[in-house]
């Protein structure tokens, strides 16, 4: 092997070492400090580390599987519980928002979600003051915000967000025209369309999360 050989080698696996770091200090950093943005947790991340070479930067893939990685081992107890009752509460929201036929995404549907996650839905509406007014009409205190979506690849949109909280839970709901209902914006993870769940996918998903429960202490046993 030459020497330019065994440097580009020596180099390759540094840079993969360096992704690695980047991704698992990204990951702590979301689930400790509730940081949700992706290419944010990475900067940040490399920051600390002092790691300055973008080719060490993750995807955000990565990312997401460094934070699942790190639930596993530091909030085994902790995190499906708090999955659960965002689930729950999901739920709920989505009845009580049943005539703009909500759709569930994010951190509670995807089962990343922590003691820091908001309720995510995707509502729609064609009036996009009509989410606002029944929420108010009902009493729910709320503010007010926009985000920018991607609709594609090369096209981003912007759209109203409506933030409350409920039973100390927040929640985040972005309002849609209702022809985005035939296609999701683009995920931030993957871009490919966002995952999101009906109501009955959500409560199918509850369903398991507490047959998962039942079955643990039985597993456990076994060993």
């Not at 997401?64 to 596993?72: F, I, K, M, S």
């Not at 902790?78 to 995404?105: C, G, K, N, W």
């Not at 996009?128 to 729910?140: H, K, N, Y």
């Not at 709320?142 to 109203?160: A, G, K, M, S």
């Amino acid at each position: 092997m030459s020497r330019g050989e065994h440097h580009r080698i020596h180099a390759h696996d540094r840079q993969q070492r360096n992704r690695l770091r980047v991704a698992q200090e990204a990951a702590r950093l979301m689930s400790e400090h509730g940081i949700r943005d992706f290419h944010r947790a990475k900067l940040k991340a490399a920051e600390r580390l002092g790691i300055v070479d973008t080719q060490a930067l993750p995807r955000n893939a990565e990312i997401e599987q460094a934070l699942r990685e790190h639930q596993h081992l530091f909030l085994a107890d902790s995190q499906p519980r708090s999955l659960r009752v965002r689930r729950e509460a999901a739920i709920e929201a989505m009845r009580f928002l049943a005539a703009f036929e909500p759709r569930l995404v994010g951190a509670v549907l995807e089962g990343t979600a922590d003691a820091h996650s908001a309720v995510c839905l995707h509502v729609f509406s064609d009036d996009p003051d009509a989410v606002e007014l029944f929420l108010r009409e009902q009493g729910v205190p709320i503010e007010t915000e926009t985000r920018r979506l991607r609709i594609n690849r090369d096209e981003q949109t912007e759209y109203p967000v409506l933030l409350f909280a409920a039973d100390r839970l927040p929640f985040d709901l972005t309002v849609l025209p209702r022809n985005a209902l035939r296609q999701a914006p683009l995920d931030r993870i993957d871009d490919r369309p966002m995952w999101r769940a009906t109501l009955a996918q959500v409560e199918t998903l509850l369903g398991e999360d507490r047959e998962d429960a039942f079955e643990q202490p039985l597993i456990a046993a076994l060993y």
